[in-house]
């Protein structure tokens, strides 16, 4: 079916506020990223999930970010009380498998903080 | 954990030339080394991958290289084309790694001169 998708494509949001970002990723891959991507910049890796297990929160950036994997499915980032630092695209990607198998992107979120 | 170097982080190549982009890893369990590319505003495409049973691998104007040795792989792009301009990601996959499974380089902002 479909690639990964992301949801909503595009978000301005008021500093101070909390935003739920969203990943449907394809049918039938375990693995899971979260990247963010500052203009200009490379993939700084959020978190990591593998089916069920717990995920791998090693690179968020604070305590104001978290992120939940529903079912082993869809996965939601939310970012509570935004900065203007928190401005940029962020990117799923899933994989068939933990490592060794390709990673499929969705288009990103652009999240912009006013 | 993994760590991925890539250099260098811009190349300017005059339209025709070659292009090469350099990827070193560190952990020698990684097995799967995909090439990614960002075209301005696009989510990341797999270009080529290789897996560490080889050490190189062509498909038409693009070639991989890896030396395990070394623990390093590169990328060369012949006759090169505008459409060739972007940012390329290099990446190193730990199998069964978890956050691990799959790092990515800064990325190379490879640009072609008319």
């Keep these: 079916g479909a690639g990964v998708s992301q949801s909503p494509s595009n978000k301005v949001t008021e500093k101070g506020k909390d935003v739920e970002l969203r990943c449907d990723p394809i049918s039938g891959h375990t693995a899971l990223y979260w990247y963010r991507q500052s203009l200009g910049q490379g993939l700084e890796f959020l978190i990591y999930f593998q089916g069920n297990s717990a995920p791998d929160k090693s690179g968020l950036p604070s305590d104001r970010f ?27 990607a899933s994989s068939w498998n933990s490592g060794g198998t390709e990673a499929f992107f969705g288009q990103g979120t652009r999240l912009t903080v006013v | 954990g993994e760590n991925v170097e890539q250099h260098p ?13 350099k990827c070193t890893y560190s952990d020698s369990a990684s097995n799967y080394f995909p090439w990614y590319k960002q075209e301005l505003g696009k989510r990341p495409q797999l270009i080529i991958d290789i897996r560490s049973n080889v050490g190189e691998k062509k498909d038409q104007r693009i070639a991989v290289t890896l030396n395990k040795t070394a623990k390093h792989f590169s990328l060369h792009i012949t006759e090169t084309q505008p459409e060739d301009s972007a940012v390329y990601f290099c990446a190193a996959s730990v199998p069964g790694g978890g956050a691990d499974g799959l790092t990515f380089g800064k990325g190379t902002h490879l640009i072609i001169q008319p």
Excluded at chain 1, 66 to 92: F, P
Excluded at chain 2, 9 to 21: F, K, M
């Design chain 2, 9 to 21: 982080s811009t190349l300017s190549v005059q339209e025709g030339d070659s292009a090469v982009i």
């Design chain 1, 66 to 92: 978290s992120a939940e994997r529903t079912g082993g499915s869809v996965s939601t980032l939310t970012i509570q009380r935004t900065q203007q630092e928190d401005s940029a695209v962020y990117l799923c």
